[in-house]
């Protein structure tokens, strides 16, 4: 939602997004490198139009945050099957991310960038330690750049077309890592040294269980169900139900944080994020990280008061968008349960806010 105070500055800027009201380029300093060190990919997107455009630069190629920018593939010669590391196709395997996926505080002005009628912003964007190569070897990779823009939450997006970028590794593709990883935690374990922000930790992770075992009953129970097709339209309800019941059950071992920032995201204009570590589809660490706007949203029970379209603030909610990063690898596609619902059914399945959404709207029909 936006502030009155950029309410006020919007007579100068495109009010939201339309086809055309943005070009993407993106280009690697070298298109062969011995390590993946090397890797330098510049993105420049382009405002064509006579009007300044506002967009949200988190979960595309505008995001300088160690985040997931990129579709990252390694050209290989056969299928691979792995449970988050699908092949894309006959010729390319996934390659999976291991940085750091936040979700934005939509209050803050940090998540958002103008860009000048006419004028362009380059983005540099080093991968080496967020990506996991070492799990696929040296080779030929291709590069293809989220390219999915709105101006706010909840907003209409588009996305730009672009062709991925292929760079050949010829050596050096040993794993880096942004943070140490490590499996110290049974479930998910509050990690807080606030009294009352250890109780809102608490509070929002039981409500995100409790969202996520609704969810599973109303899946299992209302074969009509006016909410499923909303939020995950052709896609297997089985896929979905074993994404909640990960979140209801707690999946894997991690730690959730109220005082550490190790990806320096919380002063950057997170609410939360989840840092992740994968390989060969497996998720070894995913410690989740509560920044101060996290414990300033509003509690679960609030929502019953508020439209589906207009919720992306309530504790329970963000926590459960976190943990779906957390169990189930999600990404961030686009933010908004109106916005989410123009996804393909394969992004569907892979985005945060499908799941929140949903489980959202569940509990506003069940639980209120």
């Given at each position: 939602?936006?502030?009155?105070?950029?309410?006020?500055?919007?007579?100068?800027?495109?009010?939201?997004?339309a086809n055309g009201d943005l070009r993407v380029s993106v280009k690697a300093?070298?298109?062969?490198?011995?390590?993946?060190?090397?890797?330098?990919?510049?993105?420049?997107?382009?405002?064509?139009?006579?009007?300044?455009?506002?967009v949200l630069k988190i979960a595309n190629v505008l995001d300088t945050n160690p985040t997931d920018s990129f579709a990252v593939t390694k050209v290989v010669g056969s299928n691979s099957a792995e449970s988050f590391a699908a092949t894309t196709s006959e010729e390319e395997e996934a390659v999976e991310f291991i940085g750091a996926i936040a979700y934005p505080d939509f209050t803050n002005e940090a998540n958002y960038v103008t860009i000048p009628a006419g004028q362009s912003i380059a983005v540099n964007h080093t991968l080496s330690a967020l990506y996991n190569f070492e799990g696929h070897g040296p080779g030929s990779y291709?590069?293809?750049?989220?390219t999915i823009f709105q101006s706010?939450?909840?907003?209409?997006?588009?996305?730009?077309?672009?062709?991925?970028?292929?760079?050949e590794i010829s050596e050096d593709v040993a794993r880096r890592s942004l943070f140490e990883e490590h499996l110290v935690a049974r479930g998910s374990t509050p990690n807080c040294n606030d009294?009352?922000?250890?109780?809102?930790?608490?509070?929002?992770?039981?409500n995100s269980k409790d969202l996520a075992r609704g969810a599973t009953a109303h899946i299992n129970n209302v074969p009509n169900s006016l909410q499923y097709p909303k939020f995950f339209s052709g896609v297997d309800k089985q896929a979905v139900k074993d994404r909640f019941n990960w979140i209801a059950n707690d999946k894997g071992n991690r730690q959730v944080y109220c005082n550490r920032d190790p990806a320096n995201l919380c002063n950057n204009g997170a609410a939360a994020y989840v840092m992740l570590s994968l390989s060969g589809g497996n998720i070894l660490a995913s410690d989740a990280y509560m920044c101060n706007g996290f414990f300033n949203f509003q509690p679960t029970g609030d929502i019953c008061k508020q439209n589906i379209d207009d919720i992306n603030n309530?504790?329970?909610?963000?926590?459960?968008?976190?943990?779906?990063?957390?169990t189930a690898a999600t990404t961030d596609h686009i933010y908004g349960c109106r916005a989410v619902r123009n996804l393909n059914a394969q992004q569907k399945l892979s985005n945060a806010d499908n799941f929140q959404c949903m489980a959202l709207a569940v509990w506003r029909v069940s639980g209120c």
């Open positions: 939602m936006f502030r009155a105070s950029v309410l006020l500055s919007l007579a100068t800027l495109a009010l939201g997004l300093v070298s298109s062969s490198v011995r390590s993946v060190d090397d890797i330098v990919l510049t993105a420049v997107v382009t405002n064509p139009t006579a009007a300044d455009v506002r291709k590069f293809a750049p989220w706010g939450p909840d907003s209409d997006a588009i996305v730009v077309d672009i062709e991925p970028v292929t760079i009294a009352t922000k250890l109780q809102r930790i608490r509070d929002a992770l039981a309530s504790r329970g909610g963000v926590m459960l968008h976190e943990m779906s990063h957390a």
